[in-house]
């Protein structure tokens, strides 16, 4: 009786939160933090995507204005994006710290790119290329 007892609050221990948390790590290659990223917007889990985001105004807005249109879109959409699958059509390692993922999702089957740039050991997505598509001229 009494392990029934210990089990069963153990179990909920475990399934409401109370217990230890793992905390999210970027991955360390720039296709699964692409992905990841991707994955999180999809999913309207815009803070955990807001992580990717390299620090600057023109990312940061560029950003928010996605939130803000997600945020405007009805409940039948927002499943929609929830259910979709990430389709990469083409990942450009342009250089080692430099990629280029070209994707659609399965719901709205239009092709997009994002830039992954590797910042401190960190990747992070250059949102500003998604809506210019410049790279720098070096």
């Known amino acids: ?81 929830k259910e979709a699958s990430i389709i990469v059509n083409k990942v450009e390692n342009l250089d080692d710290s430099t990629t280029i993922i070209n994707f659609a999702n399965s719901y709205k089957k239009k092709n997009s790119e994002i830039k992954l740039v590797k910042l401190n050991g960190e990747w992070w997505v250059d949102f500003k290329y998604t809506f210019t598509g410049n790279l720098p001229i070096e």
Request: some cysteine; charged content about 25%; aromatic content about 8%.
């Open 1 to 81: 009786m009494r392990a029934t007892i210990l089990l069963a609050l153990l179990v909920l221990i475990s399934t409401s939160g109370c217990g230890p948390r793992q905390t999210y790590h970027k991955p360390n290659d720039p296709l699964e933090a692409g992905r990841d990223f991707i994955r999180f917007a999809l999913d309207g889990n815009m803070d955990e995507a807001r992580q990717f985001i390299l620090p600057g105004p023109d990312n940061e807005r560029l950003f928010n204005k996605i939130v803000a249109d997600y945020e405007k879109s009805n409940d039948d959409a927002k499943a929609a994006y």
